[in-house]
Nanobody, 122 residues
Framework: QVEPVESGGGLVQAGGSLKLSCAAS????????MGWFRQAPGKEREFVAA????????TYSDSVKGRFTISRDGGANTISLQMNSLKPEDTAVYYC???????????????WGKGTQVTVSS
């Protein structure tokens, strides 16, 4: 079983920064893509950012492009999400995902973490 585990969430003021990390353990291929999604209360889970297996290709949602950076972080199945210039509308539970294809679609990622809360105060 593959299990991504997120860390690094918390409370920050608008304009501040946070860095999320995710390590995927278990029987996971080193060629897996990984991504970040988020879900705010009462809303559907939405795509944030993703990268391919070696980090050469990345993609971002329009709402975070230029403020967030996704990257491979040391181990083959360890990624981070550097979040700068945070806004109150970034408040959500952030989920790490892993799967064979880099995608913006939730249904193409078979493996999900339990999530970490990010709260941005105004």
């Amino acid at each position: 079983q593959v299990e991504p585990v997120e860390s690094g969430g918390g409370l920050v003021q608008a304009g501040g920064s946070l860095k999320l990390s995710c390590a995927a353990s278990g029987r996971i291929s080193n060629s897996y893509a990984m991504g970040w999604f988020r879900q705010a209360p009462g809303k559907e889970r939405e795509f944030v950012a993703a990268l391919n297996w070696n980090g050469d290709y990345t993609t971002y949602s329009d709402s975070v492009k230029g403020r967030f950076t996704i990257s491979r972080d040391g181990g083959a199945n360890t990624i981070s999400l550097q979040m700068n210039s945070l806004k109150p509308e970034d408040t959500a539970v952030y989920y790490c995902s892993a799967g064979p294809v880099m995608s913006r679609r939730t249904n193409l990622y078979p493996y999900w973490g339990k999530g970490t809360q990010v709260t941005v105060s105004s």
